[in-house]
Every structure is written in C-alpha cells, then in structure tokens.
C-alpha cells in the first residue's frame, strides 16, 4: 500500500494478504471492524461511541500496519460509522484503490416496512446512500447482513447482481446465514449465471465453534471465503471474565453477547493462559486475547478475522496477534479443550467414512 500519508508498513513481520474466496481480490488476514465508529445512546454506544478524531487514529494504525480491509455497516450507529469511515480515508489521503471497503445492508434504516431486509427496493436504496455516506463510487464487497425470512432468496442475489452490473458493487457475500441457506443461494447464483457468493461473515471463536459442524465444511468444499466477527467472543476471550481476577465490568455486564457457556469456556481460558505463559511477540508478554486470535489465523478456512477497538494500544495488541504461531502440541491441546461434543450425523458420517477415507488418500 503506498499513500501520501500512510507509509508502507516497515514490521518485520507484516500481515499476510489472502484471496477472498473464489476470486482474484487480495484482503489483510486481519480486518478493522468499524462497529465502535459513531455509536451514541443505543445498543450501538455500548459497543462503541468512537468519533472521528479518534477513529482517525485507528484506522491509520491499522493502514500503517497493512491491514488493506476495512468492514462496516449501515446500520452501525445508524449511518454515523460509514460517514466516520469515508471521511477518514479522506482525511489520512488514502488512494481509494488501496483499500479494499466492505460493508452490510439488512437491518432497519427507517420506521416503514420496506426500510429493512434483503428485499430488491431496500437493497438498492441504501447502497446508494452507503455509496453517499462512505464517498466512494463503489463497494468492493458488499454482503447481505442476515438472513431475511420476508424476502425470496432469487430477489436477493438479483438485486445483488444488478449493483454488480451497475459498478456500484464490486463482489458480493453474506453474513449470518445457514449453510443450507448459502448452499441454497449458491445454486441459484450458478443456475442463474448471477454474481457469485465470495465470502460468508460469521461468529467462530473457541468457545463458538459451531460453525465447524455444517458450515465450515461447506465454505471449504464451495471456496467460499470465511470473515470472523467478534473473534474475542464479546470481550469473553480476553480472560478478564474468567479466574481470579475476574471482573464483571465493561461491555459485557450490559450488552451480554455472543452468549458463551460459562462452564466450557473457563475451562477453555485455563489452557489458553497456560499457553500464554511464556511466549513473547515483540519482546512483550502474549495474553490471552491474542492467542484466541492466532487460533482463528490457524484455522484453514478463515480467510480474515475482523478486530474493533477503541483505543490505539488495544488495536496495536491485537496486531500482534498474527506473529504468535502455535506448536503442534498447542494446536492439539487447544483442539480438544473447546471441541464441540459428537452430534448426529456428524458421529455417523465420521464412523462410516473412516473405511473410505484412505481409498481416496
């Protein structure tokens, strides 16, 4: 990336740059997630209330780093996140080329019926006012922020395919869905000669990993991109809330979410704290943060682990996130203190598999 203000990062280990999806589109292995941009007395200011000034700030610290991917959302402080997003690009002088601009549509936009969902009206009123708010002329990935029960899904993926074919969208992904539901639209994507699903913008931590049983699967045999949201479960996976010096302050004693399982995940933390102990990046102590996210980096089918933070340091740590790389016996012992328990078919598929498996091999 080169811009008049933001140099080339200089790390000895810079971020690494992976296609998203099927596709020839290069994005940073980790994302600045922009939910804590403009939020006030809503469920959005408990995330975040970060103004311009200081989201400036974050968002070179994530260029300088080489992050190059930058998601957000319309419904993110109700409009106010894009417009702090589009106006720090112009501000820090970014060449709109160098960054590749992610953003979601589906949620409530305005009191009426018509101004929320994934219907072809409301899809294309408001990338035209995200295209407005961001100052861009167009949207490199512009993805459907949940699945819409009211809408047919062939009404989705053709107003999805018109943006495309109007320049005003780049690729398009999803967000939240069910792997029937993206299988579903990928076979209308091909029957229909439409845009294709590149990405799938999903909750997996290790303490949620029920993608793993249908989803992940799926995206690995489709090659479909996958980008991790609230990688640190909500705060949860920070360790703050787990063990002695616990504390039941912050984001989460008001805004309790992703929900976690309490049991399995403070066994979980104990294991991840003793991998912890004694690693260093950058000659500082690893904490627990951030060997949740290196597990996710670890993780073949994640293609970009999407960070927030409302201050420089904190965004600054989690960077550091993808120079912690992890011993075979640390993968493992990770592995099985979060695995999911056996569900069917899973325990059956694997039981009938096993005599086949090696054929193939």
């Known amino acids: 990336m080169t811009t008049p203000n933001i140099p080339q990062s200089t790390h000895d280990a810079p971020l690494r740059l992976r296609t998203l999806g099927n596709s020839g589109l290069f994005v940073s292995e980790l994302c600045l997630g922009t939910m804590t941009f403009g939020g006030g007395d809503d469920m959005w200011g408990l995330i975040g209330q970060l103004q311009q000034e200081q989201a400036d700030q974050l968002m ?34 970014v060449r709109r080329e160098d960054v590749v601009l992610a953003t979601k549509v589906l949620g ?18 408001e990338c ?16 459907i922020h949940g699945f819409d029960p009211a809408t047919p899904i062939e009404e989705t993926l053709e107003a999805l395919n018109t943006l495309v074919q109007h320049g005003h969208v780049r690729y398009v992904g999803l967000s939240n869905w069910a792997a029937w539901q993206v299988m579903k639209a990928v076979g209308i994507t091909r029957a229909r000669r439409l845009c294709p699903i590149l990405s799938l913008q999903a909750y997996y931590t290790l303490v949620g990993r029920d993608l793993e049983r249908e989803a992940i699967p799926m995206l690995e045999s489709e090659n479909i991109g996958l980008m991790v949201w609230s990688p640190l479960a909500g705060g949860y996976l920070s360790g703050k809330y787990e063990g002695p010096d616990a504390s039941e302050e ?14 399995r995940g ?5 294991v991840m704290r003793e991998i912890a102990t004694g690693k260093k990046v950058d000659g500082q102590p690893v904490s627990v943060a951030q060997i949740a996210l290196a597990w996710l980096l670890h993780q073949n089918a994640v293609t970009s ?3 927030g933070a409302k201050r420089v340091d ?31 078919p899973g325990w059956m598929l694997e039981r009938q598999g096993a005599y086949r498996a090696h054929m193939k091999a």
């Open 266 to 270: 403070s066994a979980v933390i104990a």
């Open 108 to 125: 409530p936009m305005g009191e009426g019926p018509n101004a929320r969902g994934a219907s072809r009206g409301h899809i294309m009123s």
């Open 305 to 307: 682990v999407i960070v």
């Open 128 to 143: 035209n006012a995200s295209l407005q708010r961001l100052q861009t002329d167009y949207i490199d990935l512009y993805q």
């Open 314 to 344: 904190q965004l600054r740590d989690n960077l550091l996130a993808a120079q912690i790389r992890f011993s075979a016996d640390e993968l493992a012992a990770l592995d099985e203190v979060s695995r999911l328990p056996s569900e069917y």
């Open 250 to 263: 912050s984001r989460r004693a008001k805004f309790d979410f992703p929900p976690v399982n309490r049991e």
């Open 60 to 93: 070179k610290t994530a260029l300088e780093a080489g992050i190059n991917f930058i998601d957000t959302a319309n419904v993110y402080g109700g409009g106010a996140s894009e417009r702090i997003v589009g106006q720090s690009l112009k501000n820090l002088d």
